[in-house]
């Protein structure tokens, strides 16, 4: 059977479902997607960097090594989504700044420009001195930092809507109910929701940090993990021509992404707990952290704040792992990066249908 034929089930419809049904339906598959309320769940609450670099954390050169291709593969994503929808998904490549808040914070920044050059990675010095419109808004007592040239970013909500606009002229059905129970036999998979049983020749379970429907959680290798988080969206200063910034404060980091328009989201909390609402304390956190790095914010008005849970996999490594019975497929474990990785975990989609 050619992959033209195939039908196709994507369960759940963050980021990583939505990009999957995408890719499965431009190859020709029938696809339903089933997912209560698509896009609200981490996808809602990520910044939307695109920053293998800037994310460098000691001990992840396989993530970074699969992040670096990313962003190729988001362009290759909005090329297709251009064509298909007429609408242009924005990718804003201007970069990171690294800095530190204090004395041990700049020593972190030195810790990281040195596992950066162990993964390849250049970060450039820059001085406000010779470059003041980088530092536009930063507080006066940083005065330094490293510049990241390659980090971009996307506005998730625009990649939400622009693959559900895709999928949607692609013939992809979706199904505003949650899938309760899979099981499959040699030739078909089958999902059941709380009014319906569907059947299709393969499944991808994109569920994020939520429990898997009963049926798939039996068989499954990995275990996954939710890590709380949160983003704050004030609207302010606009330093959307600037790199985005991201600094240590105090040991953790916060980060600033600018869109046009003096939008900003402020980032992000990471909690070992898994729940979809803000607390005032780790609110309080975040906006003292940012507020330390970037007075400037000091009379931005707050938009609002959005929860969601990071996917986590026991190692933090992204998976895509075929479960028993070799036609349903789980993919997840994107953590920190689910929406740089989503073009990516799109392209396994594709291979697998490939190979059922
Ligand atoms: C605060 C924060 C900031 C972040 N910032 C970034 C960033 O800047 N860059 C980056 O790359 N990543 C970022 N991330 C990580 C990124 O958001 C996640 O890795 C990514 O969204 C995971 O996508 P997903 O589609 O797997 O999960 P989700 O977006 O959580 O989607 C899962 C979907 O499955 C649905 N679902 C669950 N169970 C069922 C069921 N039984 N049946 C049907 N549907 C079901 C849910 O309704 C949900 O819509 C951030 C995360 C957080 C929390």
Redesign the pocket.
Known sequence: MCAAQKSAFV???????LASAFRLAQRGAAVTL?????????????????APVAEIGPGEHENYQLQAGALAAWRDVAADLRQLTGETLTIVQHGTLLVGWDGSDRRLVEQFAQVAGEFGAEPRRVRRETSPDMFDGVTGRIDEGLLVEGDAWIDPDQAVALLASANELLGVTVVYQ???NVCDDEAHVKATTESDTFGADLGII??????L?VGAGTSGQHIVRPV????VRVHGIDRSAQPMIRSFVRGSTVYMVSRPGGYNVL???SEERGETGAQVGEMQRLLRDALDVVPALETATVVET??????ASENLQPFFEVLHGGRWAWS?G?????????PLAALEAVRFMERV
């Not at 709380?228 to 983003?231: C, L, S």
């Open positions: 369960v759940g419809g963050g980021v990583i479902g089933f997912d209560p309320n698509p896009g609200k769940g981490a996808t809602w609450a990520a910044a939307g960097m695109i949650s899938v309760l994109a569920t994020g940090a939520n429990a429907p709380h988080g949160i983003t980032g992000a909390s959005r929860a969601g849970n990071r996917p997840s994107h953590f920190r990066h689910g929406v740089t990785l989503a």
